[in-house]
């Protein structure tokens, strides 16, 4: 018992002598450390005892403690208090401690150093493998007191560092005693994104080394395993190599086909407008450099989201102003799970999958089917407009859902090109028909009609008459609007000649003519004009519309191209804003004989019915413009068919015959469908047909004899019966066409026949595959309820086998935009 007490009391004058603090210095230090090798093991999956961590830090000080008291010489005498002076000296009975503090701050500083160097992981591999002799031992123990490395330190001699610098393959194999030119399959992963970390010895074989180098190195950059399959996010990847003398760098470039991790990343929408300026990149809730995003292995990446406008700005602030790129790994530490949890608040919040409720879409209802014996008569108007395609395009790439009313299938269709032949004689257009089966419900057929428009060389187009009304007002103040706007119509300006006259009217609150009609000549002149154009005020579109078409009346060219541009987001709010009233004044003004283009600009705030109803009504086309290429491709390449009319209010009428037809229904046009009667009345509007244009309709047809789900209910009519007749046994349809000169007001009458000839969908041309696939897109995205089948892939691969040969690459970007809607409705 004295023994015990003498102890105690020893013990307790120690601790009164000493002072020291509740923990030794350097504790947090420590304990950070602790917490950080916690997460470690959390990430590899190790279950680890709740009470370990605590009784490892326990342990530690008593430890420690125990140290302290084993220095002591014999038995602690009591002692006086000591007096503290200031000295440089340390304490004998603390330099044990501060010798430990010493090596557990030197070990922290090591474990900082390399932790920063593994943010740069090839950089990492190649200063671990090519080191100087007399380094050789320390690149081996990175950290001494890292149970990974130590144990390795004497196996490696210095004249067994033989390092040969061969590039990447040369990394020292695992308890060898040798740098060998073989690699573990095991650890080159280990090397790249962490340095060298022995293990069992294995050589690597040639088609070791070819698998490692498929599966991992050449998906270790994001932006390129990211490429098309990450909605919003646009990668343009260069072949710029690292630095000659970066050995392992230029092995991996070489092994990715060139290609580095100098990728240009972008968001599309507005900032995709300034190629310089890039999105901020956040990996598990931490903002990163791109050149660590680049790194990251795709493997490991359980999810990127894109994140713009308000909810970018609420995460990040004017950082976030070019759009986030949010990515989260497979494996979280505790920290970044949280981190990820509250971003993942935030962007349920201001998540953009929705099209904003201020963008303006009529509804409308797609055609139903019809009985062939009661109505064998379908009536319709042409339709030129394609700005329904790129709308949409617009909206998948910036991750939206579709809005159903946006979707016109015939000016999807009509986006793109047909291999038509020219027509023959005089006629203003050819007509190309052709029947096979319908992809979504195989047991119906499919008739596409197509008109191809006759070129017109540009020297033997009239002199034109050019009018640009510009929407100036408030809303028009985003990058993707007026920026955009001017340099759209500078790419039209390359267009013109000398004779064709060039006026700019604008519109805010008022409207106004900024340049009178100009030649086409004094370039400088007119694009000095739309220069100094800036946005702001209400937006009074009734009266610019006024305006622009006095000045396109007082400067009319007789027998030449005479035509107001429009260029807006259609958010009219000043005088005729109404649709009714927009309607009313159009058509009004159509009477003048002057042509309209409608260009749609921005989004948010867009009126899509509003510009749709001033095309249709004005003698016009309509399109929508989402980036610069979008205007390069209508008032550029296809300037002469947008811009110079052939022929004028086209219409197409077509009987069945219900020997071979039992019903029937036309893929979209809902908005164009006339009365039968119509079809001879000269004064219905109908559409414009443009030098070069091709124009394409598909009906959908349920042969005779077929039992479908679709079919209609026959009501048993008692005094109207149709019976086919037998001299035209063998025609599936007839139809007809009727159209008038651009400047006449009488129309004339093209008839041709349609054969019955029955052919699969395996032998159909191209552009029967191309035009289906796009059509069955557009049934699938406005959720069609008389289709049968709905699967995305078949999609893909019925667009693949009618790419053909896309010379311009519009097919192509078709293609990858089902990739991309596939990748937002998983």
């Given at each position: 018992m004295e023994n015990n007490h003498d102890i105690d009391k020893r013990f307790n004058d120690a601790s009164r002598l000493s002072e020291e603090p509740a923990v030794f210095q350097g504790f947090d230090k420590v304990w950070a450390?602790?917490?950080?090798?916690?997460?470690?093991?959390?990430?590899?999956?190790r279950i680890l005892p709740v009470w370990l961590p605590y009784g490892a830090a326990a342990?530690?000080?008593?430890?420690?403690?125990?140290?302290?008291?084993?220095?002591?010489?014999?038995?602690?005498?009591?002692?006086?208090?000591?007096?503290?002076?200031?000295?440089?000296?340390?304490h004998p009975e603390k330099k044990a401690i501060y010798t430990v503090d010493s090596t557990v701050k030197s070990n922290i500083e090591k474990e900082i150093e390399i932790s920063k160097s593994l943010q740069n992981p090839l950089s990492l591999a190649k200063n671990e493998a090519i080191k100087e002799p007399d380094n050789k031992s320390k690149a081996l123990a990175v950290n001494k007191n890292d149970e990974r490395y130590a144990s390795e330190k004497n196996a490696y001699s210095t004249d067994e560092y033989n390092i040969k610098k061969k590039g990447a393959g040369d990394v020292p194999a695992a308890r060898g005693g040798k740098w060998k030119d073989t690699l573990q399959t095991q650890n080159i992963e280990e090397v790249l994104l962490a340095g060298f970390k022995p293990k069992k010895a294995q050589n690597y074989t040639s088609s070791a080394v070819s698998s490692v180098q498929s599966n991992y190195i050449a998906s270790t950059t994001v932006p390129q395993a990211l490429q098309g399959k990450v909605a919003g996010v646009q990668v343009q990847a260069y072949g710029t190599r690292r630095r000659k003398n970066d050995k392992i760098a230029d092995k991996i470039n070489t092994i990715n086909n060139g290609y580095s991790d100098n990728n240009q990343i972008m968001i599309r929408g507005a900032a995709s407008l300034k190629s310089t300026n890039e999105p901020l990149f956040v990996v598990n809730g931490e903002i990163v450099q791109r050149d660590y995003f680049n790194a990251l292995n795709p493997k490991k990446i359980e999810s990127v989201e894109v994140v713009k406008g308000a909810g970018a700005s609420a995460l990040f602030g004017s950082r976030g102003a070019n759009g986030v790129i949010v990515v989260k790994t497979k494996r979280l530490s505790r920290k970044e799970k949280r981190r990820i949890e509250e971003i993942q608040k935030t962007i349920s919040q201001y998540k953009q999958n929705v099209v904003s409720d201020n963008e303006g879409y009529d509804a409308f209802e797609e055609n139903p089917f019809e009985l062939t014996k009661s109505q064998p008569l379908s009536t319709f108007s042409i339709d030129v407009d394609n700005a329904a395609y790129s709308n949409i395009r617009r909206m998948i790439n910036n991750g939206q859902t579709v809005d159903k009313n946006a979707v016109r299938i015939e000016e999807m269709i009509n986006y793109f090109k047909y291999s038509y032949p020219q027509p023959k004689n005089n006629d203003p257009f050819s007509i190309n028909t052709e029947y096979s089966s319908a992809p979504w419900n195989p047991a119906h057929k499919l008739l596409k009609i197509g008109l191809q428009g006759k070129n017109i060389a540009m020297d033997k187009v009239p002199a034109s008459n050019l009018v640009l009304l510009?929407?100036?007002?408030?809303?028009?103040?985003?990058?993707?609007?007026?920026?955009?706007?001017?340099?759209?119509?500078?790419?039209?300006?390359?267009?013109?000649?000398?004779?064709?006259?060039?006026?700019?009217?604008?519109?805010?609150?008022?409207?106004?003519?900024?340049?009178?009609?100009?030649?086409?000549?004094?370039?400088?002149?007119?694009i000095l004009a739309l220069d100094n154009l800036q946005a702001g005020g209400s937006t009074a579109g009734g009266a610019g519309i006024e305006l622009a078409y006095k000045l396109a009346q007082e400067n009319f060219i007789k027998n030449g191209n005479n035509r107001v541009i429009i260029a807006t987001d259609g958010d009219f709010n000043v005088g005729a804003s109404s649709t009714s009233d927009i309607k009313t004044l159009i058509e009004e003004k159509r009477k003048s004989g002057v042509f309209l283009t409608c260009l749609g600009f921005g989004m948010g705030n867009y009126k899509d019915n509003t510009l749709e109803t001033l095309a249709d009504k004005g003698n016009g086309n309509y399109a929508y413009i989402d980036n610069l290429q979008e205007a390069n491709k209508f008032l550029g390449k296809e300037f002469a068919g947008n811009i110079y009319a052939i022929a004028k209010d086209v219409k197409i009428q077509i009987e069945f015959n219900p020997k071979y037809v039992s019903s029937y229904r036309l893929i979209g046009y809902e908005n164009r469908k006339l009365r039968n009667e119509d079809f001879t009345n000269d004064k219905i509007d109908a559409g414009e047909l443009g030098s070069g244009h091709t124009v394409t309709a598909l009906y959908e047809v349920i042969p005779a004899g077929i039992q479908s789900e679709f079919l209609p209910e026959e009501n048993t009519l008692k005094y109207n019966k149709t019976s086919p007749s037998e001299n035209l046994s063998d025609e599936l349809a007839t139809i007809k066409f009727r159209c008038k000169k651009p400047d006449g007001d009488t129309s004339t009458e093209i008839v041709q026949p349609v054969k019955n000839t029955d052919h699969s969908i395996l032998s159909a041309s191209p552009d029967f595959k191309f035009a289906s696939s796009v059509a069955w897109f557009g049934l699938v995205l406005r959720d069609s309820k008389l289709i049968s089948k709905k699967d995305l892939n078949s999609i893909e691969t019925l667009a693949r086998e009618g790419k053909n040969k896309d010379?311009?690459?519009?097919?192509?970007?078709?293609?990858?935009?089902?990739?991309?809607?596939?990748v937002m409705t998983k």
């Open positions: 450390k602790v917490e950080e090798k916690l997460d470690q093991k959390e990430e590899k999956k342990s530690l000080i008593l430890g420690l403690g125990a140290f302290y008291f084993m220095t002591k010489n014999g038995t602690v005498e009591n002692s006086a208090p000591l007096i503290v002076e200031n000295s440089t000296e340390i510009i929407d100036v007002s408030g809303s028009m103040n985003e990058p993707n609007k007026l920026p955009l706007l001017k340099s759209s119509f500078k790419v039209l300006l390359e267009q013109l000649r000398p004779e064709d006259k060039v006026g700019i009217v604008v519109y805010a609150g008022s409207a106004g003519m900024v340049l009178p009609p100009t030649s086409a000549k004094e370039k400088e002149k007119i010379e311009e690459g519009y097919r192509s970007e078709f293609i990858r935009l089902i990739e991309s809607y596939k």
